[in-house]
């Protein structure tokens, strides 16, 4: 069999994948989600003909988006992640002990659902007791909540279609109301080579809102480019300032010397900052 999915990373960029079979189609109310058998990277949650996460390569980002804000924070309890209905940041938050409720908002609860059937490595955490899930729109969720988490996660799609709401100020400002005095907002901010736009104006966006805010990267193989960035806004602890001792958590790519040097950016992304 040599049938291939393409992804369209930009409009002079694609992504090909040998495909070994479609498991699952369905078009939800949001989105097209598909879940399709890759030779190269296992199973690969598709929406709307973009890669969201592969078995084989969603450690890198679900590692990367949640532990650096959980060891940024000493006490992580409360934690809420919008987006992310994979479950794969839900897994990675459950590893801190000090964690006692975790909220999910995802829009799509088919995104939850096939997950939980085809995708189990990913989304284990999700029938974990502690882990409250709410689907509904989280650009409406956070306008309701003040005072009340340590960290946020947002683990959106791409800024099209359901998400583009993610991305602007008010709901930044939301999510900072949200927070504790002393809470952490991480978000995934796009790949830095192929839409820095993007990149970018998250970046000063938060900033804007947030007295500490830094980027940081990693590498996610199946995005564009590779490379992926992530911003970070604090309202008290500095990353910079933080060290990991006595690490014992179970991972593929997070580890204290990557999350001294995750925050080390390249000329080309400082000078667009
Ligand atoms: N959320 C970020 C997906 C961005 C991918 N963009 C792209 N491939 N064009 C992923 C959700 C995983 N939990």
């Known amino acids: 069999m040599n049938i291939w999915f393409t992804e369209e990373q930009s409009s002079s960029?694609?992504?090909?994948?040998?495909?070994?079979?479609?498991l699952y189609s369905v078009k939800t109310p949001y989105q097209n989600l598909v879940v399709i058998d890759t030779e190269q990277y296992g199973r690969a949650l598709v929406l709307d003909d973009i890669v969201q996460t592969t078995e084989k390569d969603e450690f890198f980002y679900h590692e990367m988006i949640t532990?650096?804000?959980?060891?940024?924070?000493?006490?992580?309890?409360r934690v809420l992640i919008i987006g992310g209905g994979d479950g794969g940041v839900v897994r990675e938050v459950l590893k801190h002990r000090s964690v006692q409720q975790v909220t999910l908002v995802d829009i799509d609860e088919e995104v939850i659902k096939a997950s939980k059937l085809f995708l189990p490595t990913i989304s284990s955490g999700l029938s974990n007791p502690i882990v409250?899930?709410?689907?509904?729109?989280?650009?409406?969720?956070?306008?309701?909540?003040?005072?009340?988490?340590d960290v946020i996660i947002v683990d959106s799609t791409d800024p099209i279609g359901p998400a583009v709401g993610l991305f602007n100020k008010d709901f930044y400002t939301n999510t900072f109301e949200a927070l504790k005095k002393?809470?952490?907002?991480?978000?995934?901010?796009?790949?830095?080579?192929?839409?820095?736009?993007?990149?970018?104006?998250?970046?000063?966006?938060?900033?804007?809102?947030?007295?500490?805010?830094?980027?940081?990267?990693?590498?996610?193989?199946t995005?564009?480019?590779?490379?992926?960035?992530?911003?970070?806004?604090?309202?008290?602890?500095?990353?910079?300032?933080t060290s990991i001792n006595d690490f014992k958590l179970e991972t593929k790519y997070f580890n204290p010397d990557i999350f001294k040097s995750c925050f080390a950016l390249p000329s080309f992304i400082k000078i667009m900052l």
Not at 13 to 22: A, F, N, P
Not at 134 to 144: A, H, L, Q, S
């Open 13 to 22: 960029l694609r992504l090909s994948l040998k495909i070994k079979d479609v």
């Open 132 to 149: 409250d899930i709410v689907c509904t729109d989280g650009i409406k969720f956070i306008k309701e909540k003040k005072d009340f988490y």
């Open 182 to 221: 002393d809470g952490i907002l991480t978000v995934q901010s796009e790949s830095p080579i192929i839409n820095k736009n993007i990149t970018v104006d998250i970046f000063k966006t938060i900033k804007d809102i947030y007295p500490l805010t830094y980027m940081y990267t990693g590498i996610v193989p």
């Open 223 to 241: 995005y564009q480019g590779g490379l992926w960035c992530f911003t970070l806004g604090s309202k008290l602890y500095n990353p910079l300032k």
């Open 67 to 77: 532990h650096v804000p959980m060891f940024t924070h000493p006490n992580p309890q």
